[in-house]
């Protein structure tokens, strides 16, 4: 792994692993997905373990068979350190971890054919900033990145926090507070300082800033700025304008995820840690998470979020709630439904609601458990490979073939529904073209208008230059 926030990893970590079934037919050219890890910028890796962490998608079925990739990519201080400084340098880049994916994808480009896979039929998936970093991939180059690396994109719950520009006040910010931390403010060249400065030195200074900026300007503070170049605008401007590399995307988000980013405070009638469930309260943290915004615009973001409201699939009446459904709006949900809105051919969007459907609630349906050698206990138990269910997966099949085999089926063929496991009663994934979201529910599955996403997603687009300084 690369370097993590306290002592694990090494600089020796751009690596990635491929898996996939037995090979058939040396000839056959399988689809390939690229699936890149979450964990806030600030940490993660890839897991170089049998079977990798996505290997339930592709074993929900026998009619899917596609290669898996994992690639690492550097996170924190390592990968997304901002500053003029660094992009005056001919040695240094701005978003390093983003081009690390890159460099992933051009290798699959390049290479994996040699290894039964479809340079030409790639997906490229992320959970959380795993996800935010499919959608910067998605706008890289201005949607036009050459030559294609990928035709499809799959954005669970993606992070896309607030984009400044690499100079702009709060990431310059960023950087000078790394140079203070660790002696190189006071010199004349403070990029080359930090060059010489030990790993362990930059990682406590990392999380230093990490912390600091907790429930005040931003939730983490480790994450892609627009640098003119690979990433040329806000995801807002690119999106709204067409501008995105994939034929297909397919984005979405958790009901109650954006109340793991929030003060815990907003839910309590007491005050902790400075917050408590009143309006003052709120008014106080979106005033730091939104500083830029005028009164009039954080007049408006109490309009569409009243004290008491509905969504798609819920209603709400408490602070805590509705601090989460702003949060959850403007960094995960919003994200995923603009890039699928704005996919070149087809796009679709889905919202999971079993409980407690927070983030991450979701990837117990695709995180396989340690590796079994012997019969496969699903529909195919003649079949010997890696037994990856865990335990959910086999008690609840049902949600398991419709849920996690709609992933497998857009993967293998670019369609949701092309390859669905559920019986003809049982509603597939319905078209974002018609206005409708796929809900997945406790033993249910169903499509839903959308009512309110868009209108409050148009609101997060129109307003997004406000919300970077």
């Known amino acids: 792994m690369c370097p993590q926030r306290t002592v694990n990893g090494s600089e020796d970590c751009l690596y990635l692993g491929l898996w996939s079934r037995p090979w058939i037919d040396p000839n056959a050219k399988r689809p390939v997905v690229v699936f890149f890890f979450g964990g806030a910028y600030i940490e993660g890796d890839a897991s170089f373990t049998i079977p990798p962490p996505g290997y339930s998608t592709l074993n929900v079925s026998d009619e899917n068979d596609f290669i898996y990739v994992s690639p690492n990519y550097r996170t924190n201080a390592f990968g997304f350190l901002p500053g003029k400084e660094i992009a005056a340098s001919p040695t240094s880049d701005l978003n390093p971890g983003l081009l690390d994916q890159q460099a992933s994808l051009q290798w699959v480009n390049r290479y994996v054919s040699h ?15 795993g996800a935010g970093s499919v959608v910067a991939q998605i706008i890289a180059n201005g949607g036009n990145t050459k030559p294609k690396l990928f035709t499809k994109a799959l954005v669970s719950s993606a992070f896309w926090a607030k984009t400044y520009r690499y100079d702009a006040a709060p990431a310059q910010g960023i950087y000078d507070q790394l140079a203070n931390l660790t002696g190189c403010a006071d010199v004349e060249d403070s990029l080359a300082c930090l060059k010489t400065v030990d790993v362990q030195a930059i990682r406590n200074a990392s999380l230093i800033i990490d912390s600091d900026h907790t429930y005040t300007t931003s939730s983490y503070t480790w994450a892609p700025v627009i640098d003119g170049s690979f990433l040329q605008e806000d995801l807002a401007v690119e999106a709204a304008q067409g501008r995105i590399n994939p034929d297909l995307v397919w984005g979405m988000y958790n009901q109650n995820e954006g109340t793991n980013f929030i003060p815990p405070g ?11 469930s009143s309006e003052a309260s709120i008014d106080g943290w979106l005033a730091g998470y939104l500083p ?7 007049e408006k973001v109490k309009e569409l979020y009243p004290p008491e409201g509905v969504t798609e699939t ?24 603009w890039v699928a809105k704005a996919a070149r051919s087809d ?36 079949r010997v490979q890696w037994n990856t269910l865990s335990s959910i997966q086999v008690t609840d099949p049902f949600v398991y073939e419709g849920f996690t085999g709609a992933f497998a089926s857009f993967i293998q063929t670019g369609n949701p529904n092309a390859h669905k496991l559920t019986n003809s009663s049982i509603p597939g994934v319905g078209d974002l073209r018609q206005n409708e979201e796929f809900v997945i529910g406790s033993n249910v599955f169903s499509n839903v208008p959308l009512k309110y996403l868009p209108e409050r997603c148009a609101f997060w687009m129109e307003n997004g230059g406000s919300v970077p300084e």
């Not at 907003?266 to 408590?276: A, D, I, K």
């Not at 796009?347 to 019969?375: M, N």
């Open 314 to 337: 819920s209603a709400y009446n408490t602070t805590y709630e509705r601090a989460g459904l702003i949060f959850r709006d403007s960094v995960l949900a919003c994200p995923g439904y």
């Open 292 to 298: 830029t915004f005028s009164t009039e615009q954080l």
């Open 347 to 382: 796009g679709w969007v889905g919202e999971y609601t079993i409980s407690p459907a927070k983030h991450a609630s979701d990837t117990e349906w695709v995180r396989p458990r340690h590796a079994l050698y012997g019969p496969f206990p699903g529909p195919s138990a003649n």
């Open 115 to 129: 290894f039964g896979g479809d340079p030409n039929n790639v997906t490229i998936w992320g959970q959380s900033a």
């Open 266 to 276: 907003l839910q309590n009638s007491t005050t902790v840690s400075g917050y408590n």
